[in-house]
């Protein structure tokens, strides 16, 4: 090669502005997620242990938003979803989020997390193979949306792909379904910081599962699946879950889920996959609409 | 359920008087540990720092240096159950008194809790707010060659806030819990 394309084509307003999307992201849980936690609270006896992890958490959030700091420490996977009008500088885009991915490291609403798997070392600016997860599309509208989703490691390990048919579980149908995802909430107990909100994909393949079931974790939390089949089971699973005695962070209690969301895909013949997105009750994703300029419109969640 | 004050370093006695349920309030100097650094020490390196009588806490904060101050900005902690092939050994080789994490841990750092008299301190996964408040000051760190979440930070506390899950007594309020779910959910397949 006798050149190769070096030159940063960064934009310097919407690094500014997705450095700001970072910021809330890390610091700010979503009013809905805020809403169903608040409503958890009255859930759980007072003196309990659980009651107390809700009052913690519930200190921790107002804390983590009136001094701008992290929520977690674990700050995660830092997953961008992007749609942009046809025509839009795709390449632009990405340098524009690696910069502000390095700023946003440097300012602290960012943990330093992106780990090469071999040698261990850390990139120190969450730059590096993978990371951050930039996932672009196009639409036929004429604005940018960025959706931003930080899924810590911690919720992220109890995630699980089942295939079925599964002798413990069931057959190719629903009751194989249910009985997989309750038993995705037995094995993650506490571990995945609950209360938590599964994001679930029926089909698909292996990587298309988890791309999908974590797209579910987009949605509101107190929206219901368009598809009443799937809707119904998504109230299931929650009210089941929340019989388990789990509870929050697995202390025993009332509230161990506190959203289902469930997609699908279609599937080959031979495979039959239910894949879960454990999502922890810092649950921090957010998103902007930009004007043309690159500056913040309005706010997703 | 109490409310228990505890200093380090921490003796037998007072490990083996608390109890599952306790909620306890920490103070003094403890030191964060997770994979990289039990991976070493399981390998046979000795630890930088005396364990002897200490509380360990299984977190990788977010760390931000002003001048030659380090700045603790989130200090919640990670999942414990990645560090139950190692705790045991260092809690029996180190005199480790105490394992502050989250999500709990299983039954060979059960069994060393009793041996060797430790407890494992559950803190609320998420509040990194909450903690690192209570986190009053960056004394130092070591092997941050593992990288600064993986480093060994030595970190002043008041009044850290965690409850007793696992006491020196063989009791573990993760094996109940999850005993106690696996029926409840094994009554309610579909």
Redesign the interface.
Known sequence: MSSTATVAATDPALVTSLTELIRVTSTVLPADVVRALTASRAAEQPGTNAAYALEVIGCNIDLAKSSSQPLCQDTGSVLFYVHVPVGYDQLRFEDSALSAVKEATRLGYLRQNSVDAVTGRNSGDNVGPGTPDLHISQWHRDYVEVRLMLKGGGCENVGAQYTLPDPRFGGRDLVGVENALLDCVLQAQGQGCGPGILGVCIGGDRASGYAESKLQLLRLLDDQSGDPVLGELEERIVVKANQSGIGPMGFGGATTLIGCKIGKRNRVPASFFVTISYMCWAFRRQGVVLDQEGAIRSWLY | ?SLVQLTTPISDEQVRALKV?D?VEISGRIYTGRD?AHHRIHQGQKPPVDLQGAILYH????M?QVGERW?C????P??S?REEPYQWEVIRDYGLRGVIG???MGPKTLAACQQYGCVYL?A??????????RITRVDGVDWMD?????AVWHLWVEKF?A?V?MDSHGNS??A???A???E??GR???
Do not use: F, Y
């Open positions: 359920m349920g909620t990289g977190c990788g904060p977010v931000v700045e900005r989130g200090a919640g990670t999942t159950s989250k999500g709990g559950h609320i996964g998420g509040a990194a707010q909450v903690c690192a408040q593992l990288g600064s979440p993986e806030p409850i899950t309020l993760h109940q819990v999850r106690a779910s696996a409840a959910l309610l397949k579909a």
